[in-house]
């Protein structure tokens, strides 16, 4: 009876467990639906509403330049759970500017297992803090069924 070495055995199982993750083809969602990005709309719920996101998911930022209506709007990545509940952005990374939200929208892809929080920025983290423009999302893995 011929013996499977250690290596081949490893090899199998590394490629078993592979194989329960799917490759699939990635959505892009639009961040508040037909609301897009705008002050005041509960983004909690809506991530509720719309979650799961998968790991490579494109979140399309969507939100109308400056004008008499909004002072603008913008995307930030904040690094961490506390920037997020205090709307801290003193080590936020922007993503986009007013401008980038228009026409097509702004696209941020969710490539990672791990916990992604952003915020508008503007007015002094007045549109996050008052206006709920605050959402967390975190990717999971593709399964296979």
Request: a neutral charge.
């Amino acid at each position: 009876m011929a013996s499977i070495s250690y290596t081949t055995q490893g090899f199998i199982l590394l490629l078993a467990a592979a194989s329960l993750f799917a490759v699939s083809e990635a959505k892009t969602i639009v961040v508040g639906g037909s609301e897009g990005w705008r002050f005041g709309f509960n983004y909690t719920e809506w991530v509720l509403q719309n979650s799961p996101f998968y790991i490579n998911d494109e979140l399309l930022f969507k939100y109308d330049p400056p004008s008499e209506k909004n002072s603008g709007y913008s995307v930030y990545l904040l690094p961490n759970l506390w920037s997020y509940i205090s709307c801290d952005f003193s080590k936020a990374k922007i993503l986009a500017g007013p401008n980038q939200g228009a026409g097509k929208g702004f696209k941020v892809e969710l490539n990672q297992w791990r916990p992604y929080y952003f915020a508008s920025g503007d007015k002094n983290g007045y549109n996050c803090k008052d206006g709920l423009m605050k959402l967390f999302a975190v990717p999971l893995p593709h399964w296979n069924n």
